[in-house]
């Protein structure tokens, strides 16, 4: 799993280092409007490997290592993982820096509110990643661009405002954020096992 991950992260750190600037920049900004772009554009970071893997014919020389079908498939989930993780980690410092820079309250509702951000990246990265798998990444790739174009639309509208209806809701946060968090991580593990039945019979 480290190997297949490490192939990835080469893979991509020499071919988007800009894409991976735009997501530390996008991070930075001050909004949860605009962690939302930066979780959305995380969570592409797997179809994008995919991409130079279908280009590199990867699948072919992958059958004659020792590497298992889920673990193909599941290192395409952690690298989404772990790149949504980082743009959530890079919004939350760069949040509490500018709160001490500008001698302004720390607020936790826009820590709640970008973990439902970061939920939702992943559930995009969920329902996408086994058409992926299906059709291929030049198939699969529009109807991945809608999605990201719905989510993130959505994202920059409700953004803020959710993180101020947390604020003043009566609804009990940590319950809310710990259904949402369930949901994700049932969505994720449901699409885990599609993505590796449709991967075996692709193979």
Do not use: H
Not at 25 to 30: G, K
Not at 100 to 111: S, V, Y
Not at 129 to 151: C, H, N, T, W, Y
Not at 183 to 199: D, G, M, Q, V, W
């Amino acid at each position: 799993m480290k190997a297949l991950l490490l192939k990835d992260f080469y893979t991509l750190i020499k071919q988007i280092k800009i894409y991976i600037v735009m997501i530390i920049v996008f991070a930075c900004i001050p909004g949860n409007s605009i962690a939302a772009i930066a979780m959305v554009y995380a969570a592409m970071l797997p179809i994008t490997a995919l991409a130079y893997d279908e280009r590199s014919k990867w699948d072919s020389l992958a059958l004659m290592m020792p590497y298992s079908d889920r673990s193909i498939v599941l290192s395409k989930y952690i690298l989404g993982y772990i790149a949504v993780a980082a743009a959530f980690l890079i919004s939350i410092v760069a949040q509490i820096a500018i709160t001490l820079i500008k001698n302004t309250a720390f607020e936790p509702e826009g820590i709640v509110s970008l973990i439902l951000i970061a939920c939702i990246a992943t559930v995009v990265q969920a329902v996408n990643l086994p058409s992926m798998f299906k059709f291929g990444v030049e198939k699969g790739r529009l109807a991945f661009f809608v999605l990201v174009g719905i989510i993130t639309g959505v994202g920059m509208v409700i953004g803020d405002r959710l993180a101020g209806f947390l604020s003043t809701s009566y609804i009990n946060i940590i319950t809310a954020m710990l259904v949402t968090v369930i949901f994700t991580l049932a969505i994720n593990l449901i699409s885990i096992a599609l993505s590796t039945r449709i991967y075996k019979k692709r193979v």
